[in-house]
């Protein structure tokens, strides 16, 4: 079984409660699944053989929330080489804004420039179309789960 590693960026608590819940949900398909709050790319990448999957909302003008930031400005500067590395993405966002999900694009961009492979397609949950965000990331993490197999 996979060790899926959680990235968490949160301004106001909602990608924590989607992460809490994904977190569970692999557990209990026989996954190990840490959760990185505040993440940190040194600890993050120790386990070479760990699946990153980011959970992130979106702040601001397309920002990456404030505790994701210096996670995301090591992967920027120091930009590991990840090859080999898998990953996946869950962004929250509001479709009003025309960056919507920026922050979860924005690390998408980072990993796989670093060279790492995303698993399956990013999931983009709009809060203003999911009342509770945790039910889109079931569905998506249901079939995410088959693809880590």
Known sequence: MAHVHLVIGSMLGAAEYVAEHVCGLLEEAGHQATEHNPARLDEVLADPDGILLVVTSTHGAGDVPDNLQPFTEDLSLKKP???GRRY?????GDSSYDTFCGAGRTLDTLLSSCGASRIGERLEIDVTQHEIPEDAAEIWIRDWITLIA
């Open 88 to 92: 996946g993405v869950i962004a929250l």
């Open 81 to 83: 080489d990840l090859a």
